[in-house]
């Protein structure tokens, strides 16, 4: 999933990020002020996020989302490739404490 999103997307998971510290759902207004893209933009970004699962959309007394876990794991990946800790990420070496892995 990580490889599916780009820069922008990322600034979009930040802002929702930052925003639930306020706010449970965070709404859509701050987003817009912290992401900083036009409302169309911002729109079609959101829905691709929530389409992969990365985001969360809510709707009661005003439109709001929440970053999931997934998403978590996404904005953890990011600053650890930016920071050049990590380079790739392949297989699992082994699965479970009884798991017999390839030498």
């Known amino acids: 999933m990580f490889r ?3 820069d922008i997307d990322t600034r979009v998971l ?3 990020e930052l925003g639930m510290r306020r706010f449970e759902y965070v709404p859509m207004e701050e987003i817009l002020k912290m992401a900083k893209l036009s409302e169309n933009d911002l729109n ?3 829905s691709g996020l929530v389409k992969k699962e990365l985001a969360r959309k809510w709707v009661g007394g005003y439109t709001g989302f929440e970053i ?3 998403g978590y794991d996404c ?3 990011h600053a650890l490739v ?3 800790v990590l380079e790739s990420i ?3 070496v082994g699965v479970g404490k009884e798991c017999t892995c390839p030498n």
């Open 4 to 6: 599916t999103i780009d």
């Open 14 to 16: 930040g802002s929702i």
């Open 44 to 46: 079609f970004r959101l």
């Open 68 to 70: 999931t876990q997934l």
């Open 75 to 77: 904005l953890a990946f």
């Open 82 to 84: 930016k920071q050049n």
């Open 90 to 92: 392949g297989p699992p």
